[in-house]
């Protein structure tokens, strides 16, 4: 069975410029998720879909992050403009259905300089 | 502050010792408990969960046992091999999710190194 997939691995902008994570979860799991993880941290929640509707975005920082997931299957999450604080790993998880395990991808890793 | 932590960030065992790594929770009301794994430039990998109607519960040469007392939860790896290095953390739910509304975030600690030595 294919992992939660994202793209790039490796993004490296200035600040002030936008940039955008793909993640396709696992094949027919209805819940999404993004977490930032700071180096050295653990991961945070930055927004939750089931299907394609907004189940939990009350840590994602509205003013510069947005994220969507239309068709209830692959999710995108934007940051425009883009601050130095915002380097950080992008981490996109996947469940079966909500209050199943969480299955993660690996992640994308964001330089801002 | 996190509600979810780990006492040491760095712990070093012996290969072929037993490991345990420890994690305290503040919200007595979590009932869902997950330890991860994660390697060098990857993301967590699921290891054991444990739901608080449970105090102990096993998985291959992993145990996770809960102590809701003293809101404790421990990670004991049993003969400890050099592809356990990694660094591992606990991560709570505070909501059971399903129709009942609420979010099913995890919360993380920030995590223990663990290092084995040859």
């Known amino acids: 069975e294919a992992g939660v997939a994202q793209s790039p691995r490796y993004k490296i902008i200035e600040k002030r410029q936008s940039v955008a994570f793909w993640c396709n979860p696992i094949?027919?799991?209805?819940?999404l998720y993004w977490y930032q993880q700071i180096l050295g941290q653990g991961p945070k929640l930055l927004i939750q879909?089931?299907?394609?509707?907004?189940?939990?975005d009350s840590q994602l920082p509205k003013d510069r992050f947005s994220a969507e997931r239309l068709k209830g299957v692959d999710s995108t999450l934007k940051i425009q403009p883009a601050k130095l604080e915002d380097s950080a790993v992008y981490l996109c998880?996947?469940?079966?259905?909500?209050?199943?395990?969480?299955?993660f991808g690996a992640g994308t890793r964001l330089s801002v300089l | 502050g996190e509600s979810v932590g780990l006492h040491l960030p760095t712990l070093s065992v012996q290969e072929g010792d037993n490991s345990i790594i420890n994690c305290a929770y503040s919200?007595?009301?979590?009932?869902?408990f997950i330890w991860y794994k994660q390697e060098s430039g990857k993301g967590p990998q699921f290891i054991i969960d444990?739901?608080?109607?449970?105090d102990k519960r096993q998985g291959q040469r992993v145990t996770v046992l809960l102590n809701k007392t003293v809101k404790h939860l421990s990670l004991q790896i049993a003969a400890t091999q050099p592809g356990d290095s990694a660094v591992y953390f606990c991560?709570?739910?505070?909501?059971?999710?399903?129709?009942?509304?609420?979010?099913?975030?995890?919360?993380f600690g920030k995590g223990t190194h663990l290092i084995i030595q040859p």
């Open positions: 998880a996947s469940s079966l259905s909500r209050a199943n395990i969480q299955y």
């Open positions: 094949s027919g799991h209805a819940t």
């Open positions: 879909f089931q299907n394609n509707g907004v189940v939990d």
């Open positions: 919200n007595s009301a979590s009932d869902y």
């Open positions: 444990i739901r608080s109607n449970m």
């Open positions: 991560a709570e739910n505070r909501s059971p999710g399903g129709s009942g509304g609420g979010a099913d975030g995890l919360t």
